[in-house]
């Protein structure tokens, strides 16, 4: 088996807990468009998913809602994200710096948006640390489908199975699996580790350091 040399990240819910300002912003966008309402479970349930999917996930039978969802959202998000603080999830900056330092290539797939998503790692100051940042406005087909994986490994040249594709969902894994990446998820993120299993993941972890011991192997 070809050796590890680069990696591609979700980034919320495997780098980031963004988990509860995105869980108050559904929340709030739902009032604000009238739509019935969901529990905590089910918001967290579709973390991973472009906004613009959402509503096809939550209301089946509420059709055309995608774009007035996704903008509403982005408008509260805004207001939200100010006084709500986001944090890494323990040892992501110390492990990124150090994979960076080992020579190996790195990148996010991720379904905000790009400019959100330039916003928070610069806000975090790894932006060294990335070769290329896929949004979910960067895509037409966003996870599980593996065009974020794709245009990443055409993008920097790099080959799928010397690639690891990490991340916190079940659409992450299919995502990376359907590219021909390896894959590997979190279990501290949203998704049960339960659905993790189910998705078929080559490794699952339990905390971020741990992803140096794969990239050693």
């Known amino acids: 088996m070809a050796p590890v040399n680069n990696i591609i990240f979700d980034f919320d819910g495997t780098l980031v807990d963004t988990a509860p300002l995105i869980v108050r912003t559904m929340q709030?966008?739902?009032?604000?468009?009238?739509?019935?309402?969901?529990?905590?479970k089910d918001c967290r349930a579709t973390i991973g998913l472009r906004l613009e999917d959402v509503p096809a996930v939550l209301w089946p039978g509420v059709k055309d809602m995608g774009a007035?969802?996704?903008q509403k959202y982005r408008e509260l998000f805004d207001i939200l994200k100010r006084p709500l603080c986001v944090q890494c999830f323990p040892g992501v900056i110390k492990t990124l710096q150090l994979l960076r330092s080992e020579g190996v290539g790195m990148a996010i797939a991720s379904s905000r948006s790009h400019k959100s998503l330039d916003e928070y790692?610069?806000?975090?100051?790894?932006?060294?640390?990335?070769?290329?940042?896929?949004?979910?406005?960067?895509?037409?087909?966003?996870?599980?489908?593996?065009?974020?994986?794709?245009?990443?490994?055409?993008?920097?040249?790099?080959?799928?199975?010397?690639?690891?594709?990490?991340?916190?969902?079940?659409?992450?894994?299919?995502?990376g699996?359907?590219?021909g990446t390896r894959t590997c998820a979190v279990s501290y993120g949203n998704g049960t580790e339960q659905e993790l299993e189910a998705a078929l993941p080559d490794y699952i972890i339990a905390e971020f350091p741990a992803l140096t011991a794969l990239i050693d192997n």
């Open 28 to 40: 709030e966008t739902i009032r604000e468009l009238k739509l019935p309402e969901r529990c905590e």
């Open 177 to 179: 699996r359907a590219a």
């Open 121 to 175: 790692v610069e806000q975090f100051g790894l932006q060294d640390c990335f070769g290329m940042l896929i949004g979910g406005d960067d895509v037409e087909h966003g996870k599980p489908a593996p065009e974020p994986v794709l245009t990443i490994l055409k993008g920097l040249g790099w080959k799928a199975g010397e690639t690891l594709t990490v991340g916190d969902a079940p659409v992450d894994i299919q995502m």
């Open 68 to 70: 007035a969802f996704a």
